[in-house]
């Protein structure tokens, strides 16, 4: 029998609220760049497959979920890039001295929470490919 992604997190989001733990849980489902063609992916209407340096091998989706969000059911098209998400939860669980270390993330927790703020990152570095090399920035 086949268990589809669906079940399983509800079944996750059940056990947290039965064992009490759900009130401080932060659920993040994403991706680190976009769709294998080749294999199934689709990153319509964006130009690109996985590996390449235009939108479609680069952006992601995601989502999250939890009542630790000032607001929810909305749709953040803001730039994110995956060093973010430390200084991001650590800000979310109010301890952003632990992510001090993280020089190259930025905290997104307000800008996530609350859909009226931009997100404090305007520019992202693609790639840098030595061998050949490639890079791109946006």
Known sequence: MKIGLK???VKVV???KATG?????ILVFTTDNGGAVKMGGNNMPLRGTKGTLYE???R??????SPLLQTSGYNNA???HAVDWLPTLMS???QQNLATSATDGVDQWAAISSPSLHAP???IVYNIKEKPFMAAIR
């Not at 733990?21 to 849980?25: D, I, L, P, S, V």
């Open 7 to 9: 079940h399983l997190v």
């Open 14 to 16: 059940e056990s947290l």
């Open 21 to 25: 733990f759900y009130e401080n849980t």
């Open 56 to 58: 479609g091998g680069t």
């Open 60 to 65: 992601g989706i995601g989502f999250i979920h």
């Open 78 to 80: 803001n730039m994110m």
């Open 92 to 94: 979310a669980i109010g």
């Open 121 to 123: 990152r305007n520019e």
